[in-house]
């Protein structure tokens, strides 16, 4: 069973940062395509970033208002996914959620499994 566990949101003042965390068992880990979304009030699941790998080559792609201020990795060794988000805006304010699929994309309809999400609310 896939289970995707996220921590470390919170509250934040605008300019600050936070590292998300996604915790997946190792077979979720090795098998899926791996990604961050996230959902404000009121609006539907966005794509925020995602990762996937071959042999040691990790690739990353963003959706474009986080290019450069946020950054997705892994730890193969710890079985988990992160999201650091440096320069935090009001408009980040959200759920954030990881999420895994077995195609890589990024619609929120193409992924199969999600954690429960977890809430970064930043402050102006």
């Known amino acids: 069973q896939v289970q995707l566990v996220e921590s470390g949101g919170g509250l934040v003042q605008a300019g600050g940062s936070l590292r998300l965390d996604c915790a997946a068992s190792e077979t979720t880990f090795s098998r899926y395509y791996m990604a961050w979304f996230r959902q404000a009030p009121g609006k539907e699941r966005e794509f925020v970033a995602r990762l996937s790998w071959s042999a040691e080559v990790t690739y990353t792609y963003y959706e474009e208002s986080v290019k450069g201020r946020f950054t997705i990795s892994r730890d193969n060794a710890k079985n988990t996914m992160y999201l650091q988000m440096n320069s935090l805006k009001p408009a980040d304010t959200a759920v954030y959620y990881c999420?895994?699929?077995?195609?890589?994309?990024?619609?929120?309809?193409?992924?199969?499994?999600w954690g429960q999400g977890t809430q970064v609310t930043v402050s102006s």
């Open positions: 999420a895994a699929a077995n195609v890589p994309g990024t619609k929120a309809d193409q992924y199969d499994y």
